[in-house]
């Protein structure tokens, strides 16, 4: 089974709320990521925090990680119309190299 | 300024008839990765290659197959394509492992007639 589990699997908020999506894990590791994925596109990095952070700012994204609960969250302030995309937290193992990806949050902000 | 960039960005091939994508970068990282993803899923790692090391996840199939001739570029090659084959298949780089993160292309999407 995947190394993430997310949820809400889909999110459907107003321009200006906040949004918040959730991560689940299963076993140690190195860092947690955030990606972004617009339609039929590639995914792009919005975030990393280290094992040993807790929490994270960068922008109107907040980010923010339980090692003990094995969960992390992502909170997007203000949401826009432009923040709607899929949006998939990633782990790495503490061998660096395998990164497993959860199975996404699809946020709609609607104008 | 392109930084990952894949081609084609869309393919068709015929069932059974070998095709090859292709991923090229110009971060100079060490580390390539190839991902399947279905609609709506979670990219799927299929390998990754760390230099020229190449590294094979246990449940990819036999099916699929990779060449870095350099460090610019890095093929996907699937030999005998199946309908389940179908997909976005995205590239990826970073300087050194899951410890940074990882840069995308903007991916090839393979049907399979």
């Known amino acids: 089974s995947q190394q993430g589990e997310e949820d809400p699997q889909a999110l459907s908020i107003q321009e200006g709320e906040n949004a918040t999506m959730n991560c689940s894990y299963k076993t140690s590791i190195n860092n947690l990521q955030w990606y972004r994925q617009n339609s039929g596109r590639g995914l792009v990095h919005l975030i990393l925090i280290r094992s040993n952070e807790r929490e994270k700012h960068s922008g109107r994204l907040r980010v923010t990680l339980d090692t003990s609960k094995k969960s992390s969250s992502l909170l997007i302030t203000a949401s826009r119309a432009a923040d709607t995309a899929s949006y998939f937290c990633a782990t790495a193992d503490t061998g660096g190299f395998k990164t497993i990806f959860g199975a996404g949050t699809r946020l709609f902000v609607k104008a | 300024d392109a930084m990952v960039i894949q081609n084609p960005r869309y393919q068709v091939t015929q069932f059974g008839k070998p095709v090859t994508l292709s991923c090229s970068q110009t971060l100079n990282h060490n580390v390539m990765y190839w991902y399947q993803q279905k609609s709506s899923q979670a990219p799927k790692l299929l390998f990754h290659y760390y230099d020229k090391d190449f590294n094979n996840e246990a449940d990819t199939p036999d099916n699929f197959q990779s060449r870095r001739p350099n460090t610019s570029f890095c093929f996907l090659d699937i030999r005998s394509p199946g309908l389940g084959d179908a997909a976005m298949y995205l590239c990826?780089?970073?300087?050194?492992?899951?410890?940074?993160?990882?840069?995308f292309g903007p991916g090839t999407r393979l049907t399979v007639t």
């Open positions: 990826a780089t970073s300087r050194v492992g899951g410890i940074n993160e990882q840069y």
